[in-house]
Every structure is written in C-alpha cells, then in structure tokens.
C-alpha cells in the first residue's frame, strides 16, 4: 500500500545547460509530438541571465518502449543543438543498485528492508564487502553477496575483483558504511555513479572519527551527509543532509549510535531520489528535484 | 543585500483546473507568442488521471505592464475554455497587506521589521487593533495605526468599521494575533484573502488557550499553524505549520514563549509565499509551490 | 562500540511524591550511608510550592545485588513515611520485554535490530502477532514468536492466550503497530507497563486511519506519539513525539511510508527510555529524565 | 504573562570540578544547613572514574541576601578544599549585559525586544557599535547607545575606549553580529564572558563569507553557532547551534536571509541560558543544564 510502484509506460527526462527563452516550450512542444502527457515537470535556473537551466519532466506516453528511439533522435536534433545535455529513462526500468559495506549493518540493512518493502525502486543484484559479518543477513534478503577482503597490500587486487563483479551488471553503487577509500583509479574504471554516506556534517569533521571530533569539538548537534564519490575525498557534490540534537550528557558512544540513525535515514533518500532521476550533480553541488 | 527586490517585467501566472494533456504545453506556448521566457516553473497534480492540475509560471516580458491586457486576452480564450482558472499578476507591483493585531506584538513587530529590511515584498497601509498598545511601534515604522475597540455589545459596528478602512485599500489581510473571531458576515465581506497564525500545531488543541491544553496533555512538541481564515474556525486551508521541542520542565508559561518564536517565523512564511503568489488554495488544502 | 553496557553494581532509584524541603538531602544521605556513589542525579519539582517531586538517581555500589534489601528496608522507613514512592533496580538486570506486532513490520525489526546490536539493554523473551507474516524473520533473531490469531468473535479468548504466555514473564509489553484494541481487562489484568506507537502527532488525528485524515487536512507536518497503554485509546501519558515535513507533493501512501520512518524512531526512543529507567507517568503526562 | 520574573531568595550554585564519591551529598547537606530548599537540581559527571563533575543547584531561602557572606564561607571550607570550584549568584539580582553591533539589526533588536518583553532576565546598560545605524532604534528602547567607530588604525583606540565604558558597568557582553575582531589584549582585559553569534554551523565553514561558501560547497541545511569568546577565533566553546533546511533554489542571499533568522533564535537562547548560570564551559565545550 505504502510501496513505490514503477510506473508503466512513464518517462523521465533530465534536461540541463546553458539557460536561454523558448527552452520549456521546446521540450513540452517534444512531449507533445511524441503524444507524451506531461504528469510532473521540475525546472531551475541558477540565474536567468546566462545562467544554467536544469530541468526534470515525466511524461505519460502509451506503448513508450517502442517510442523511446524516435523520441531519443528528436532529443538529439533539438536539445544538443541548443547545447543541451539530457538523459530519457524508462522509469518501469528499475535501475541496478549495488551495496558495498564492512562489518556496519544498519545502513545495508536498511537498504535492503526498505527494497523488500518496495520502497525502493531498484534491483540489488549484490552486496559486496570486505569482511563477512552480514553475509547471512543479506542472503536472508535474497540478495547475493560477495567476499572481497580488502586488508593488507592486495587493495588494488580487491578494487580489480570488485570492478569484475560490477562490469555490465549495475548502474549505481552505494557506499554503505564501507570503511575503504576507493582509489582515483577504481573510479575512473567503474563507470557508473557512486553514491556514499560520511558520518559527519560536511564540510564539518572531514575525514576519519567525526564522531570522535565532535565530542571534543562539543558540538550541539551532529548529522550526516550522503553525496556521489569524487576522487576528492568528501568534497563530492552533496545530495542530502541532516542532523539530530545531542548535548553535553552524550558520550562519544552515544553520539556514534544516535549518528547511525541519521546516516542510514540520510543515505536511504539520497538512493531513493536517485533512483527516481531527481537528482543532477552540478560542479560541487546538485539539484534535487 | 539580503533584500528581496520586486522583480521588472516579470509576470506570475496561477493556473488551476481540471488536468488534461497538453497543459502543460498550451501554457508554455502562449508565453513563448508573449515573448515571454520562463524563469521559473512549477507544476503538480494531483492524480493524473481525472485529478487537479496547478501550475505557477514567473516570465520575464520586456514592456510586461503595456502587454498585459493582450496576454489576459489570450489568457481567457486559451485557458478559460478548458474550464481552467487562472491570475496573472505583475511582480514589480507589491501587495498592499494590513494587520489586525491586539496586545501581543511578537507577530506584528516581525512582520513590520522584516518589511522595513525588505524582505517581505508588500506595502502596509496599516495596522488595525482592538488596544493602543503598540500604537507608538507601528507609528516608529512609518506605518499608519488605527484603533478600533471591539469590546463589549459593539462587535458588529466595530467590524463595519473595520470594513471601512480596508475598503479598497488592501490585497489582503493579516491576522497577526488578533484576539477576536471575525463573523462570517465580515469573511463574506471583505472580498480578500485573510491569513491567520494559530498558537499550536492544527488540528491539535482547537479553540482558546492550546499552551495551557497542551500542558495538560503533555505533548513533547508545540507548534504553530498559519492558514487561510474561512467560516469554520480553525478548519481553513493551511499554508504553513512548524515545531519546537518542549520537556516537561517547561511551564504553560515557557510553551506560551517559546511558542511566541515558532508563531512568528511560521506567520512570516506564510505571509511572504502568499506575497509571492506561492499558495493555491484547494478544498481544505494548499499547494504551496 | 556503540552499544550500551548494563552496569555492573550500579542502582537506579526513582522518587516521586509530595514536594517538601529536605528531600534531595534525604536521598543524597541515604545513598551515602549504604556507601552509594552518586553517578547521575535529576531532579524535577513541577511546584515549588505544593507540588511533586520528581528525582532519577544512579549510585554505583560494589556488592550491589547483596545490598539490595538493606538499602529497601532504609528506603522504606525513610521515604514512605514521607509519602513518596519509590523503586530501586539493579541496573544490571536488563528489563524483559514483550512485542506484540501484526503484518507492520518497521517498528518489530527496528527493536530486534537494535536489540541485537546491543543498542536497547534488554532481554526480549517473546514476540506474539494475531499473524505469521513476520514469524521466520523474528525467528532469524533467535526470538520466540507465537501466533494467537484474533479475528472474528475470539478476541476476549485471544488476550486470555496472550495473558498466559505474558505472565511471569515479562517486565514490560511494547505494541509495534498491533493493530488491535486491548480492552480495559486485559490492561488491569497484565500487570506490567504497555507502551504504544500512534502514527499520528496526537492529540491530532486520534483514532484509525491518520494519515488518511492528515492528507485531507493538508497539514504540513506529520507525526508519530509512542505512549503508555490506558483504558482511553490514544490518551495515555505521552512519551516521546516527534515529526517530519511533507508537502501537497506527498501522497497518503507517501505520508505512510515516511510516517513509518517516525513511527520507529520514536517507539525507539520510548522504549530505550523506559528500560533505562528515565520515565516517570504522572497523570496523563510524563516526567522524562 | 509569558515573562520570566527574577526570583526572590533564589541562590543558583554552580559547583565544577574532579569527581569523588560524597559531593552530591556535601553539597545538599551544605544547602540544608542554611535553610536552603533545593527546587532545581541538575548534575553531570563526564567520567564517573576520575572525571569531572559539574552541578548547578537552585534553592529557596528565605532572606538570602543577608546570608549569603555566611553560605559563601561554608562554601570555601566545604568545597574548596575538596579542589571543587564554585559560584553563587543571588537569581533577583539580572546581570548587567551589554551589547556590541554593528549594521545588521537581526540579533540587536531580537535581543532588544525579548528584554522588553521581560523574556531577559537581565539589564541592558548599552549597546555600543561602531555605525550609527542602529542608534535610533536602540534608543526607542530606552537603552543607551555609545557609537564608537573602528575604521582605520584607530582600532586598538576602539577597543581603549569600549574597555572604558564597559569597565565595571557589565557582567557579560554579546557580540550581536559585531563585525571587529576583537584582540588577545581586549579578551584579557575585559574580564568578563564575551558570546558572540557566528553564521555558520561550527566548525564548518569557520573565517568569513560563510553563506557564500554554504552556496558553493552545495550544502542542506545552513546554521548558526553561538560559543563564548576566545583568543582562537571561532574556536571558543559553543553553547548552542541550530540549523535549517535549504535548497538549490536558494541563492546566496536566501542563505543570508534564512540564516538571519537561525542566528536571532541561537544567540537569543544562549544568551538567555547564560543569564540564568545554566552554561559552564568546560574546555573547549560547555555543560548546559
């Protein structure tokens, strides 16, 4: 009752680029010819005068399958031409989520409880981690799950095991707590988006023990902050943030376990809306539909 | 720096209705033969299939106010004939708003000092209440005071009388703690929106004195409601609604002060979106874009 | 790391009754003479004058378990006479706590979650559901799970099934989304607390179908509001509540689905706080050290 | 109504300092030998092994001011020697408070009218501020206003003069947006707690411009940080912070402007927390009863 169905026969189309008139009636004017309905249409431009346009539309079209390549020539011919970048999804299409964590369950977990309840719109071909602690939980869950050990100097040999088991088979890989740092290298190779959480209140308690950090800083609240993996380490553009109130009274220990419940709130929107194509990433930043 | 300029040349058109194909489209292009550009859009219905369809469109038009009345023409025999309701204001012509208030001036002095800083774009023709006592602020602001006593058998003259100084005076009207229930004969009357904060989070704690009913209740969180006032008293559609923790070491009198600071800022968020042409009322309901 | 110890040799007492001077002295001697160390005193008077005293102390005491009835004898004649009440556990004896549940899931597996990681100091001896629906995954936490059907006209036989398996055995009683309305004989009858989980911000929304009704409303915060257990459905002393933000955008299967995420939060913290010790019911309000 | 009234024969006693079994005791034994009736009792130990201990106790006594030289001096042989640090302050006698601003009006005037409100339990004897800005608002409050400019070399001349005028004068002093920082030497010499407001969720984005930086770095949520003054700059400790939720669509000025409102709402807090002796920094945090 309370799941998130997809949507049959829906597209979603994220336009963005240089800001200039005419660009929303050039794409209903699109939707229209293709005999699309537009049922959500999202739009922002960072400043209307020479600016960047960003915009998000799902338009209903009977028998779109079979459409999506025509209209995908007419995208071509009139967007491109304008400068414009853009991306048509079949949202009854769920995209392939894979899970990286380590010995942490509670954002894995969560992940996978909400996929079971069809809350999250996406396949999870796998889960992968370096230790196997949660191997049986997330086999419970129906979901496979690999051990790739990480310890050690073979790092570059696991980061090779791990691209072997993504090449072909995922369009998105969440960081689940995975305490590894992932090498510029992997990144450049994985070729799909990747979606981490930090224990922190970026740009605040970069790096590692924020929660330690933040005891010693005495901070009145704490939070968390899932955003997509650069190779600059937490400086990746941010998709979602919150925070919860802590006081003098909570120790280091209470602080970790009171984080945990913002990190895997936090991280399970971030999935959700990228898995529904509301988020564009845009320098340092995004835009979330 | 911070202040929030009325926009030139830029028109905010409202459109509500029943949904159907190509709205979106039909809208987007008679902006487009106006010469207008959208800056910003925003959409949203309510079931897709035989629901509502709401639409907020701010265009920029070199030349906006000489061009109106061609644009309401197109207006009318574009969106009227599909059963659709629409208003198209000029953005660089503030909202004339008046305030009734009574002895409380949390509200009033913050919606005040936030128009003086030139973040509420409306003009304040004048303040009406029932006691003198913050006669000499609104006055320090520049803004006109009226007294008009509401004690005692007198309701009704001093609602006439009320009448008469908004008379063609005001786009609408503010309730910034007013300590009287204005009749359905004034409502019907007054011919514009009224915008009213209520002391707790609706439809909780209903009627007179919600901090000493919340007290007794023990709730864990006050809270404060801004809504369009209508007949039902505390039944009209509502704009905007927040928030604050409390313990139950707090007093009647700690929620009645600490809910002082959630009324205002709700009631200044309320009052600057209508400003804004933000709000589409909806049954019970709002569409706040 | 993050789990939270049972304290060896560590005692909580709770003091309520009649506000008098000299109180926190008695208590603080008291603790002293049964070579008690105070480790975390709060203390709450709701008037000073003529009204109750409220006090939560944790002592450490080697040899505790021992100790225990000679530090009971002096609590008796010091402060029953006095008119207070009191109780004293060993902080090292974690509560047992019952779930009831029916086909919801989130809040069940939130405690068994938590439960495992050693985030809630308890022992669940039992989860009882009127379905089977989650019988393999509390299975798969190495937790009991009885099934007591209460469909049709059985409902006095089915709380007889459950008091059964309820007595002796547990120390508390928390209903996770138990969709069924106990009647006042079971609730005098099961001797222990029974805390509950309303989706909604009570007192808003009381009864069936909340979110249904918040939806209609067009209210701009929903809510949750764990709660002890009293004959008047939905009035009990209040625990904990808290909210979260929706729009117009948000549906009534929105609304439940992120409603769900306040549900467990919420019930999380109730349940931690009282098997903590820090919830004192007081009337139809609570006293939360 | 909703005033905070000082309270006569109120003592509030602050007690810090290493912990060791009987100190709770000790001090209730100590108020009870003075015919003092504790109302408020709050207690904090960081490490209940050789930590520190923090209490802040509030009691009744009739004609306290008399006996306060003889409670002082049960004070210094009680506690003293136990290497326990103390203070006790008379709650009818508000502190003296004064105010440095420069042009941003948000947080002088917040202060300004909750003191006129009789939600400050404190005394106002100036405000001084390098512009003139704000003079004749300060002014219509009654309040003295001291314009003591700080442009060019004649900054160590500025704070020669504002050391002048405090001198004696004032208990504490805020920094309600002061745009000077203030020198070691001035922090020396001023000798009592200076708190200022910082628009910036601590530690991140500390130094300059922050909602800018906010903007480009893409964050969530912006907030504000209210923290006692110290000689490394925004590192002092913090005694409370608040954020609140942003958008893509808020450009850096929406930032500022939102912004506005958090840092008039924490430094309200935190300066009313001071008022009533419920703050003891503690390195670079702070306890908050």
Chains 1, 2, 3, 4 share one sequence.
């Not at 999506?68 to 491109?80: C, H, K, Q, V, Y």
């Not at 380490?233 to 220990?253: C, F």
Request: hydrophobic residues 40%.
């Amino acid at each position: 009752m309370n799941t998130i169905t997809p949507l049959q026969d829906h597209a979603c189309l994220l336009v963005s680029g240089p800001d200039q008139p005419g660009i929303v009636a050039a794409v209903s004017a699109l939707t229209a010819r293709h005999k699309g309905n537009i049922v959500t249409l999202h739009q922002y431009s960072d400043d209307p005068t020479g600016g960047d346009f960003f915009q998000r539309v799902v338009f209903h079209r009977p028998g779109l399958a079979a459409a999506i390549p025509e209209i995908e020539a007419d995208l071509t011919s009139t967007l491109s031409s304008l400068g414009m970048t853009w991306t048509l999804t079949d949202q009854a299409v769920p995209k392939r989520m894979a899970v990286l964590a380590s010995t942490s369950d509670h954002c894995l977990l969560d992940l996978l409880w909400r996929h079971r309840r069809g809350e999250l719109p996406v396949h999870i071909p796998m889960v992968i981690s370096n230790h196997t602690t949660t191997a049986e939980d997330v086999r419970a869950f129906g979901v496979p799950f690999f051990h790739v050990p990480s310890q050690g100097p073979d790092k570059a040999e696991a980061e090779k095991r791990i691209l072997e088991l993504l090449a072909g088979n995922v369009d998105f890989v969440v960081l689940a707590r995975y305490m590894q740092i992932l090498s510029g290298d992997f990144l450049r190779r994985v070729g799909v988006p990747v979606i981490n959480i930090h224990h922190s209140f970026l740009p605040a308690f970069i790096g590692a023990a924020p929660y330690r950090k933040a005891k010693e800083r005495g901070v009145k609240l704490i939070g968390a902050t899932s955003h997509y993996v650069t190779e600059d380490l937490d400086e990746g553009p941010i998709i979602e943030q919150d925070v919860v109130r802590v006081t003098h009274d909570d120790t280091a220990a209470d602080l970790q376990r009171r984080g945990a419940d913002v990190e895997r709130a936090v991280l399970s929107r971030a999935v959700l809306w990228h898995a529904q194509d509301r988020v564009i990433p845009h320098g340092s930043s995004t835009i979330v539909f």
